[in-house]
């Protein structure tokens, strides 16, 4: 089955600095995707980025991007110059493909953004 | 181009009453997918309506049940109320392949007293 886990529970980042959230998954698929959703007070899910596993290139959006490391089945999402709107839950999800094409989340990680 | 709208925002009961939310999709989107998200928690996949019938359902008791209406609209039933039900209830739309996620909705934040 898979599993998406994110060991921690919350991180902090002073404005204008980079951040990275951790997360790590497990599956027997070869092809699939990753997404990172932002979960903001407004409690409605952002999807944030998307990676496709066949492909070798990390993703990119801005000011965040992953890295990707398909081996170790990791799945890391990293915000550069962090402004105060970043402030948020940050979930890592697995979609499944097919029939079942549920999401499967990690617990999320509570970001803060210092001033 | 309205995204994914649910009602109620919020919503109190009592235990053993029963509960019905519901959720229009983003337009042009066909599969419904409900999900329950305790404090804290990532949420959790209770069930998936495609073609107004349940495509399939995550580990939750019988006493969890939805149905979709030809417009692709969609409700969650949920008897006999329990404190542990109390959670934010999000709806995600989709079309076809998942691959460029879900359209998810503000939820419903459900307290059983």
């Known amino acids: 089955a898979q599993t998406v886990t994110q060991s921690q529970p919350e991180m902090s980042v002073q404005e204008a600095e980079t951040v990275t959230l951790s997360c790590t998954y497990d599956?027997?698929?070869?092809?699939?995707?990753l997404f990172w959703y932002k979960q903001p007070p407004s409690r409605q899910m952002i999807l944030v980025i998307r990676?496709?596993?066949?492909?070798?290139q990390n993703a990119t959006e801005n000011r965040f991007s992953v890295n990707f490391q398909k081996a170790a089945k990791s799945f890391s999402l990293k915000i550069s110059d962090s402004q105060l709107g970043d402030a948020a839950m940050y979930f890592c999800?697995?979609?499944?493909?097919?029939?079942?094409?549920?999401?499967?989340f990690g617990k999320g990680i509570t970001l803060s953004v210092r001033p | 181009d309205a995204g994914v709208t649910q009602s109620p925002t919020h919503l109190i009961k009592t235990r053993g009453q029963q509960v019905t939310l519901r959720c229009s999709p983003k337009?042009?989107?066909?599969?419904v997918s409900w999900y329950q998200q305790a404090l804290g928690q990532g949420p959790q996949f209770i069930f998936q309506?495609?073609?107004?019938?349940?495509?399939q359902r995550g580990n939750f008791p019988d006493r969890f049940s939805g149905h979709q209406f030809p417009n692709y609209s969609s409700e969650l039933n949920v008897n006999a109320l329990l404190l542990g039900d109390s959670a934010l209830y999000l709806c995600?739309?989709?079309?076809?392949?998942?691959?460029?996620?879900?359209?998810f909705g503000s939820g419903t934040r459900l307290t059983v007293v």
């Open positions: 995600a739309s989709s079309l076809g392949s998942p691959s460029w996620g879900y359209t």
């Open positions: 599956t027997s698929e070869s092809d699939y995707y």
């Open positions: 990676q496709e596993a066949y492909k070798q």
């Open positions: 999800a697995y979609p499944h493909t097919g029939a079942n094409s549920k999401l499967t």
């Open positions: 337009s042009g989107h066909d599969t």
């Open positions: 309506y495609y073609e107004e019938e349940e495509r």
